[in-house]
C-alpha cells in the first residue's frame, strides 16, 4: 500500500493549512483513517481519526482547529488546520488506524514559524 501525504509547509502562527493524503489501498474505504505528527526529537504522536462512517475524533490539544475529512472515492483523507500555533510543527503522516499498520509514507512537512 502507498500512502501519499502532501499540502505542508511554512506558515505563520495563526495560519492554516490543508493537509492531503491519497491510499492506494482498494480497502480503503472500510478502514479508520488517522493523521499522526512526529516534531523533532519526539515519537510519532496520534493527532486525529475518522472512522469508515464519518465520525471524527481528535486529540484535546487540535480540537476546535483541525477538521478531518475523507473522500473514498478518492481514496483521500484531509487535515484541515486552521490557528495553527508553533506547537503543530512537525512532520503529518497518514495511516490507517487498526493494527497492523500500512507503510509508513514520507509525510508531509508543517513549519509553524514568525
Known amino acids: 500500500v502507498q500512502l501519499v501525504e502532501s499540502g505542508g509547509g511554512l506558515v505563520q502562527p495563526g495560519g492554516s493549512l490543508r493537509l492531503s493524503c491519497a491510499a492506494s489501498d482498494s480497502s480503503f474505504s472500510v478502514q479508520d483513517m488517522g493523521w499522526y505528527r512526529q516534531a523533532p526529537g519526539k515519537q510519532r504522536q496520534f493527532v486525529a481519526r475518522i472512522s469508515s462512517s464519518g465520525y471524527k475524533y481528535y486529540v484535546d490539544s487540535v480540537k476546535g482547529r483541525f477538521t478531518i475529512s475523507r473522500d473514498n472515492a478518492k481514496n483521500t483523507v484531509t487535515l484541515q488546520m486552521n490557528s495553527l500555533k508553533p506547537e503543530d510543527t512537525a512532520v503529518y503522516y497518514c495511516?490507517?488506524?487498526?493494527?497492523?499498520?500500512?507503510?509508513w509514507g514520507r509525510g508531509t512537512q508543517v513549519a509553524v514559524s514568525s
Open positions: 495511516n490507517k488506524v487498526s493494527y497492523p499498520p500500512w507503510d
